[in-house]
């Protein structure tokens, strides 16, 4: 079965500083999604990503699929406290259904 | 488009009770799914359905889970015989046809006393 691994599990970092969480798939991906989840609510999606080499961008927030299509990584810049959060990346192996990572949990503090 | 909506948002329940959830999904949508997520972990998948049809089914469904969605639109969870270890945030979510992203509810905090 198709197991993510995310890292790190953990980021404490100063507002205004550079960020990347990295998600690894143990087998290709069909398709890599991002959400973002505050403490005890749902997951709100950020990006989608199909094609290897593939990068999208939404406000400060850059995710990249890699060319073999097995790692993605999510990049924030400058952030701000309003970033802080679990953020889960999601695998699409081809079974209709996606399969989460552990996630990632970003404090920011001013 | 009014969202993925979920009763109750939180439910507290003793040992051996029997407990029920609803998701209503965007009306549109004809996929729906059931996930279970503990503090520190990621959402996991348990089942989801294809209009009416429960096409899937994770290890993690003992017998004491049952899900239904009689209609194709609104689904319930119900868990039988709730021991602690189901404490957990039952999350719904739903999609479109095709390899589209999944559209998530607010979840359901079930704490088993």
């Known amino acids: 079965s198709q197991e993510l691994e995310q890292s790190p599990q953990s980021l404490i970092v100063q507002e205004g500083k550079n960020l990347t969480i990295n998600c690894t798939s143990s087998?290709?991906?069909?398709?890599l999604y991002w959400y973002k989840q505050k403490y005890g609510e749902g997951l709100i999606f950020l990006m989608m990503?199909?094609?290897?080499?593939e990068e999208k961008s939404h406000e400060k927030i850059t995710a990249k699929l890699d060319e073999k299509k097995q790692q993605s990584s999510l990049h924030i810049t400058a952030s701000q406290p309003s970033h802080a959060g679990i953020y889960l990346c999601?695998?699409?192996?081809?079974?209709?259904?996606?399969?989460f990572g552990t996630g990632t949990r970003l404090q920011v503090f001013p | 488009d009014t969202g993925v909506s979920q009763d109750p948002r939180h439910k507290i329940t003793k040992r051996g009770q029997n407990v029920t959830f609803r998701c209503d999904p965007i009306?549109?949508?004809?996929?729906l799914y059931w996930y279970r997520q503990t503090l520190g972990q990621g959402p996991e998948f348990l089942t989801y359905f294809q209009n009416e049809a429960q096409l899937e089914k994770s290890r993690l469904l003992s017998d004491r889970f049952s899900a239904e969605r009689p209609k194709g639109s609104f689904s319930t969870l119900e868990i039988q015989r709730t021991e602690q270890g189901d404490s957990a945030m039952y999350l719904c979510?739903?999609?479109?046809?095709?390899?589209?992203?999944?559209?998530f509810g607010s979840g359901t905090q079930l704490s088993v006393l």
């Open positions: 087998k290709t991906l069909y398709g």
């Open positions: 990503l199909q094609k290897g080499g």
């Open positions: 009306s549109e949508h004809n996929r």
């Open positions: 979510a739903s999609s479109p046809p095709g390899r589209e992203k999944l559209f």
């Open positions: 999601g695998a699409d192996s081809n079974t209709d259904k996606l399969i």
